[in-house]
């Protein structure tokens, strides 16, 4: 079966640092991915992790920890704008094979 | 470069209509695909295509169907349209080996 948890919300306040987690429990692995999602918008690429370890873009980082089934998403100098749905993604197996999303986050950045 | 389009972007339907969702790349993405999202609720996966002429299932496909026959389209068909299928749908293209999937703006469907 599949399984991806995220929180639901989370509250953060402008310039600040936030970690959104993600784990996940599937029948196999081969990346996972970050979306972001404002409201009454579609989902936009954020970050790919496919090996162990921290990929940095900017403000925004994702880590990957396979062993343990989790990621997370940090985002830095917090701004206004990054209020939005922060969506994690696995994909199961190899090629191109459709992603498996978790309920989404719901981040709110107050002043 | 339009991207991935959507057609229609609202739609109120009543029980046992049916409609086609509208969809068209211009990146020549052999990867399409269908989604839902109900509110508060991730996406979930209706059908996909990994090129012209083969669909497959999702996990959800129940009470929809769809068709490849081009590269470029990849309508989405509700028969007989239900409550349950209220719902906004995004459709999404990539390539092979991409590691990003282009969504479109998505169609807000309403079934009253």
């Known amino acids: 079966g599949q399984n991806i948890d995220q929180p639901t919300e989370m509250t953060a306040t402008e310039g600040a640092i936030v970690q959104i987690n993600c784990t996940y429990q599937?029948?196999?692995?081969?990346?996972l991915f970050w979306y972001q999602q404002h409201a009454g918008e579609a989902p936009t690429f954020l970050s790919y992790?496919?090996?162990?370890g921290l990929e940095e873009k900017g403000r925004f980082s994702s880590f990957l920890s396979r062993s343990k089934g989790y990621s997370y998403l940090l985002l830095k100098e917090l701004q206004m704008k990054d209020s939005a749905s922060y969506l994690c993604?696995?994909?199961?197996?190899?090629?191109?094979?459709?992603?498996?999303f978790g309920k989404g986050t719901r981040l709110s950045v107050i002043a | 470069n339009a991207g991935v389009t959507q057609t229609p972007k609202f739609r109120i339907l009543k029980i046992g209509q049916s409609m086609t969702l509208q969809c068209a790349q211009d990146?020549?993405?052999?990867?399409m695909y269908w989604y839902r999202q109900d509110p508060g609720m991730g996406l979930k996966l209706i059908y996909y295509?990994?090129?012209?002429?083969?669909?497959d299932k999702g996990e959800v496909p129940n009470g929809y169907n769809v068709s490849r026959s081009t590269t470029e389209y990849f309508p989405l068909r509700l028969e007989l349209a239900a409550p349950s299928q209220t719902s906004v749908y995004f459709c999404?293209?990539?390539?092979?080996?991409?590691?990003?999937?282009?969504f479109g703006p998505g169609t807000r469907l309403t079934v009253l």
């Open positions: 999404a293209s990539s390539y092979p080996q991409g590691h990003e999937q282009f």
């Open positions: 599937t029948s196999g692995f081969n990346g």
């Open positions: 992790n496919v090996l162990d």
């Open positions: 993604a696995v994909r199961e197996s190899t090629g191109n094979t459709p992603l498996v």
């Open positions: 990146m020549n993405h052999n990867y």
């Open positions: 295509s990994v090129g012209a002429g083969i669909t």
